[in-house]
C-alpha cells in the first residue's frame, strides 16, 4: 500500500527559496512510491519562532492528528525546529497518531526499524539534556543563595506599602495609586489583598 506522504518545508529569509527542497523530496516520494497528498511551507521563518508564528507547522501538526497523512517529509531537522527538545516533542506527536516522519538530509526514516531506533535515541538525550539543564539551574540557586543573594521577587518596602493603603483610603482609582507610589497596577493589588 503507497505511504500518503505530506511535505514541510521551510527557509528563514524571504530571499531563499523552498523550491529545492520540494523537488528533492518529490525524488525521493517517486523512488519509494509515497502519494504526496500536500505541501506545508512556512517561506521566510525562522525555525526558531514558535509554533504560534509558524503557521503551516501548526497546521501540518493538525492534519496529522486528523489522518490526512501517514507520514511527513522534510529536507533536514533544523527545517522542523531549532532544539533536540523541540524535533523530539514534534516526533511524539507524530508517532502518538501513527504518522512517521523522513528526514532526507539526515537519512532518518521511522517507517523502518533503523528509523525507529534512532527516534528512541533522540528521546533518550533529549531527556538527558532536560536533566542536565535541571541540574544546572538547581546548581545556580544554591550557588546564589549561598552568596546571599535574595531569589524571587524584590520586596515592596514599607514605605511604598503605606501610600497604596493611603490611596485606597483616599478613595483613588488603582491606577492613580500606581502612579502615586511608583509601582504596577498589580503590586497594587498584591498589596490590597494582603492587607
Not at 538525550?125 to 535541571?134: C, L, T, V
Amino acid at each position: 500500500m503507497s505511504k500518503r506522504v505530506a511535505f514541510y518545508i521551510r527557509v528563514s529569509t524571504d530571499g531563499q527559496t523552498t523550491e529545492n527542497q520540494r523537488l528533492e523530496l518529490e525524488k525521493v516520494a517517486k523512488a519509494r512510491g509515497w502519494e504526496v497528498v500536500t505541501i506545508f511551507d512556512d517561506n521566510g521563518i525562522s525555525g526558531a519562532k514558535g509554533r504560534e508564528y509558524r503557521k503551516q507547522f501548526d497546521s501540518l501538526i493538525k492534519d496529522a492528528t486528523r489522518g490526512k497523512f501517514d507520514l511527513v517529509a522534510a529536507w533536514s531537522v533544523d527545517r522542523l525546529g531549532r532544539s533536540l527538545q523541540d524535533l523530539v516533542g514534534f516526533l511524539e506527536e507524530l508517532h502518538g497518531v501513527g504518522c512517521d516522519l523522513y528526514l532526507h538530509q539526515q537519512g532518518i526514516d521511522t517507517t523502518t526499524p533503523a528509523g525507529k531506533a534512532m527516534f528512541q535515541m533522540c528521546g533518550v538525550f533529549a531527556e538527558f539534556e532536560r536533566s542536565m539543564i535541571q541540574e544546572r539551574v538547581k546548581a545556580g540557586l544554591v550557588r546564589a543563595k549561598s552568596k546571599g543573594i535574595t531569589l524571587g521577587r524584590p520586596t515592596v518596602p514599607a514605605k511604598t506599602k503605606q501610600r497604596v493603603l493611603d490611596g485606597k483610603a483616599a478613595g483613588l482609582s488603582l491606577r492613580k495609586i500606581a502612579a502615586d507610589a511608583g509601582v504596577s497596577v498589580g503590586t497594587v493589588h498584591n498589596i490590597l489583598k494582603a492587607a
